[in-house]
T-cell receptor, first 112, second 113 residues
Framework: GDSVTQMEGPVTLSEEAFLTINCTYT??????LFWYVQYPGEGLQLLLK?????DKGSNKGFEATYRKETTSFHLEKGSVQVSDSAVYFC???????????FGTGTRLKVLA | EADIYQTPRYLVIGTGKKITLECSQT?????MYWYQQDPGMELHLIHY???????EKGDLSSESTVSRIRTEHFPLTLESARPSHTSQYLC????????????FGSGTQLSVL
């Protein structure tokens, strides 16, 4: 079945450092790919999405490119802030069932 | 932005009690989901619904039940709570069609003593 694998955390960075959180997937068909963010005590909210190969999703300085050849959707940000500290989830939507498959989440901590 | 509401936010109850976690959305979404989030953060789908009178069990076996009598309402019920049910429960919804984003509620943190 479909699956999502993302790098384990926690990831600890200094403010203004470069961020990469790796995400790879396996899927039949052509899923859409998502990054969600969860701040402490809250539900998840969509950070960005891409619906087809080579699409780049971007939001709030974060970006990720849908790479079909490497089945990857890595999240990047050039300069992180303390306010980016949260848990980040990579996810895909299954084309056949419309169910969503989530990775295990990566906790990011940014130090001032 | 999210118009999906969960109550209560926090609930502490004793073993054996019956509880219902409420979830409502005002967006007219057909699809609704319940996820259980463990302390390690991983999300597990326990129930979903594609419309009124449609409910399915998710990937994680759960002793809870759900109902979908109205489009906007998707409550989750535990007939007899146990300490193993202690977890964060997240409700989500999405519009009809594939590949749409999920809208999440703020969650209910349940503690069973």
């Amino acid at each position: 079945g479909d699956s999502v694998t993302q790098m384990e955390g926690p990831v600890t960075l200094s403010e203004e450092a470069f961020l990469t959180i790796n995400c790879t997937y396996t899927a039949t068909g052509y899923p859409s790919l998502f990054w969600y963010v969860q701040y402490p005590g809250e539900g998840l909210q969509l950070l960005l999405k891409a619906t087809k190969a080579d699409d780049k999703g971007s939001n709030k300085g974060f970006e990720a490119t849908y790479r079909k050849e490497t089945t990857s959707f890595h999240l990047e940000k050039g300069s992180v802030q303390v306010s980016d500290s949260a848990v980040y989830f990579c996810a895909l939507s299954d084309q056949g069932t419309y169910k969503y498959i989530f990775g295990t989440g990566t906790r990011l901590k940014v130090l001032a | 932005e999210a118009d999906i509401y969960q109550t209560p936010r926090y609930l502490v109850i004793g073993t054996g009690k019956k509880i219902t976690l409420e979830c409502s959305q005002t967006m007219g979404h057909d699809k609704m989901y319940w996820y259980q989030q463990d302390p390690g953060m991983e999300l597990h789908l326990i129930h979903y619904s594609y419309g009124v009178n449609s409910t399915e069990k998710g990937d994680l076996s759960s002793e809870s039940t759900v109902s979908r009598i109205r489009t906007e309402h998707f409550p989750l019920t535990l007939e007899s709570a146990r300490p193993s049910h202690t977890s964060q429960y997240l409700c989500a919804s999405s519009p009809r069609g594939g590949h749409e984003k999920l809208f999440f509620g703020s969650g209910t943190q349940l503690s069973v003593l």
